[in-house]
């Protein structure tokens, strides 16, 4: 019974076009979506919430994959605190992507000689790991989180990341290397909004960046102003800007205080990833993982989208 419940997260019960049920995954609170499309079948990667919380207690991330977007198949946790010697807490938003015949997962940790927020990256030869740590030490490490990784069309590697600043790196072929040192893209109100009431962070951007490119276009989603956190957008000519807002994606709503976007097109469909407190006992820091289709505006901008949250 066990084994079967491990396998089945959500199948659609509702007639129409084919939907999972929301929250995707309804055994365990998971939380900052990391969609990766994949020979057929799209790969969900979270982090997990730890039930009863007071704070972010999250030591783990989780596999999930399916072929339909409906019935989810439950790959367990090939990557822990454990996989990084030199890590201590805080397994947080994460990003697979493959290359080179392998998957390589950056994720923020904390650093145990230091207390500091770090990149770190794991490697594996399936995208359902198991993955090992790639380097033995911190990618990149200036106390920032929420890694993303891109490669763009002609083979440029680029690692994204920050809050409250963000940064880019320009990764090398192996992606486990880099070329250059951090940038930090100019947070520009014309770029990522603006925020009033906070003058320290003058602009909307907080947290999570999902870079991709789509009909030529470049475009940055992000958790905008904190507390509670929304999802816009930004676009750009080009994999560095310069950026421009464009807007709200998914209003703030429900009971969880963040949120993490990841989209994907997947079979014809486009699907946008987020973190809400839908579950049972769900709150800030007993979140769940759930999926809209959406159709882009005939301009390439995003929809309004709305959550599901019963
Ligand atoms: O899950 C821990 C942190 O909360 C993530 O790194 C942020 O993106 C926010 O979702």
Known sequence: ??????????????????????????????????????????????????????????????VFSSADMVNWTDHGSPMNLGTFSWADAHAWAGHVIPRNGKFYWYVPVRQRSNGQMVIGVGVADSPTGPFRDAIGRPLVGNG??????????????????????????????????????????????????????????????????????????????FAAECCAEFLAYSTAPGPTGPWTYRGTIMPRQGSSFTNHAGVIDFNGGSYFFYHNGALPGGGGYTRSVAVERFTYRANGMFPTITMTTA
Not at 169 to 193: C, E, K, Y
């Open 144 to 221: 920032e989180i929420d890694p993303h990784a891109f490669i763009d069309d002609d083979g440029q590697a680029y690692l994204y990341w920050g809050n409250p600043n963000l940064w880019y790196v320009r990764l090398n072929q192996d992606m486990i290397s880099f070329s250059g040192g951090p940038t930090r893209i100019p947070l520009t109100t014309a770029g990522f909004g603006a925020r009033t009431g906070n003058p320290s962070r003058p602009t909307l951007y907080e947290e999570g960046p999902w870079v991709f490119k789509r009909n030529g276009l470049y475009y940055t989603v």
């Open 1 to 62: 019974v066990a084994a079967l419940a491990a396998l089945i997260c959500a199948v659609a019960l509702l007639p129409g076009p084919a939907r999972a049920d929301n929250p995707i995954v309804q055994h365990l609170y998971t939380a900052d979506p990391a969609p990766m499309v994949h020979n057929g079948r799209v790969y969900l990667y979270t982090g997990r919430d730890e039930d009863g919380s007071t704070y972010f207690t999250m030591r783990e991330w989780r």
